[in-house]
């Protein structure tokens, strides 16, 4: 029997600026190239909503290399309310409308949009990916908690001038998922045309 190994390296700096406020760095050593390779990964980091999150983004980089593999991983990673069942889908589901449309319309023309979400990524150089481990800058403010089993964390984006809201929710078996992503989609600063030919 094949053992998969996936070696990812997650590394939480908690900075209190005032009540309430934190900021949270996660480090993904590489983008999976399988679904089995996410799984893992979502185990390991979705046990805290900044790993959720960051998971989410993992999720938008997989469609941009892969978009049959990024599906797979985007229903792994959002929460079960934005899921409809389908035979098709992975496991029998797969993302709604609403999240597919969002997908088609932003995500897929922009594919630079993913790489945004990545720490030491610019507009200028077309977001090229940076240098592995890949870092993911999330932060909370006093009126993140929405619940027990529900948060909004910012995500830190490259192409605009503030952070990005996602919404994270707790589901029954400790793992949190992503409830609300549509601020991820928002169009960014659009990087220059080369003048090569």
Do not use: H
Request: negative net charge; proline residues 6%; hydrophobic residues 35%.
């Amino acid at each position: 029997m094949k053992k998969l190994i996936f070696l990812v390296s997650l590394f939480v700096c908690t900075i209190s600026f005032s009540q309430n406020n934190e900021v949270y760095t996660v480090e993904i050593s590489d983008v999976p190239t399988s679904i089995e390779s996410f799984t893992s990964l979502r185990d390991e980091l979705s046990v805290t909503p900044q790993g959720g999150a960051s998971v989410f983004v993992v999720a938008m980089l997989m469609y941009v290399q892969n978009a049959e593999l990024g599906i797979q991983a985007f229903t792994i990673a959002l929460d079960r309310n934005n899921l409809v069942e389908d035979n098709s889908g992975y496991k029998g589901f797969k993302p709604d409308k609403s999240f597919t449309y969002m997908v088609q319309n932003y995500l897929q023309p922009r594919p630079y949009l993913a790489n945004s979400y990545l720490l030491n990524t610019t507009f200028t150089d077309g977001y090229v990916l940076p240098s592995k481990p890949y870092q993911i800058k999330l932060s909370t403010n006093p009126y993140s908690q929405i619940s027990e089993t529900e948060i909004k964390l910012f995500i830190e984006c490259s192409g605009a001038d503030s952070p990005r809201p996602i919404i994270m929710k707790k589901n029954d078996k400790g793992i949190w998922k992503t409830s609300n992503y549509s601020s991820l989609f928002v169009g960014i600063k659009t990087p220059p045309v080369s003048d090569d030919l």
